[in-house]
């Protein structure tokens, strides 16, 4: 298994709040992603970092912040969570940016928004 | 949007048995990847195909490229009652710039009866 830990695996909040999810990586790749994954939508790209303090927007930014200060931790900010941002949340990583390579994911996080 | 659409959405087969998975795309591709995910899991990868090759193997998995009907397959010979999972497949992705992401399909779910 690829050195990806998510925290927390599983939080309930409630709308309004704010919520950080992390992702630490042991591997030291470059690049690292957050999706969310909702049924019926599957997997969407949400933000992407290809090197520390180098972040871009995916496919569902809005309502997401991102934040990457070293090579190992990727955050996820939810800055005021609501009930439609309740989903699972996962990380992934990749050594090399173009969409050739292989993205390693993490376990995920459930988030519930009440 | 998905680029890429996985065929059938569930299916259900008898331990022994062959499972043919298949995946359709929009536009035009470097590489396809699949992906398997156990419930509660991350996503694992499975096998890339470049977009000139036809044909990959590896152990019990036979993928297929057709980059003129813009589809790929995916068998899994001799199920087991382990290969219950879900199946994606993943195409190339670009969100400006120069950085390649990928794009997940909504997925295949099987589930292989002992």
């Known amino acids: 298994d690829a050195g990806i830990t998510q925290s927390p695996r599983h939080k309930v909040t409630e709308t309004g709040t704010p919520v950080t999810l992390r992702c630490h990586q042991t591997?030291?790749?470059?690049?690292m992603y957050w999706y969310r994954q909702d049924p019926g939508h599957g997997l969407r790209l949400i933000h992407y970092s290809y090197g520390v303090k180098d972040t871009d927007k995916g496919e569902v930014s809005d309502g997401y912040s991102v934040s990457r200060s070293k090579t190992e931790d990727f955050l996820l900010t939810l800055e005021s969570a609501t009930s439609s941002q309740t989903s699972v949340y996962f990380c992934a990583i990749s050594e090399r940016a173009l969409a050739g390579n292989t993205i390693y994911f993490g376990e995920g996080s459930w988030l519930t928004v009440v | 949007s998905q680029q890429g659409e996985e065929d059938p959405q569930a299916l259900s087969i008898q331990e022994g048995e062959n499972a043919t998975m298949n995946c359709s795309y929009k536009t035009s591709i470097n590489n396809l990847q699949w992906y398997r995910q156990n419930s509660g899991r991350g996503l694992v990868h499975l096998i890339l195909i470049r977009s000139n090759e036809r044909e990959k193997h590896s152990g019990r998995l036979r993928v297929t490229l057709d980059t003129s009907k813009k589809s790929s397959s995916l068998l899994i010979t001799a199920s087991r009652a382990a290969d219950t999972a879900s199946y994606f497949c993943?195409?190339?992705?670009?969100?400006?710039?120069?950085?390649?992401?990928?794009?997940f399909g909504k997925g295949t779910k099987l589930s292989v009866k002992p």
């Open positions: 591997e030291n790749h470059r690049y």
């Open positions: 993943a195409t190339d992705a670009w969100y400006g710039g120069s950085q390649g992401n990928l794009i």
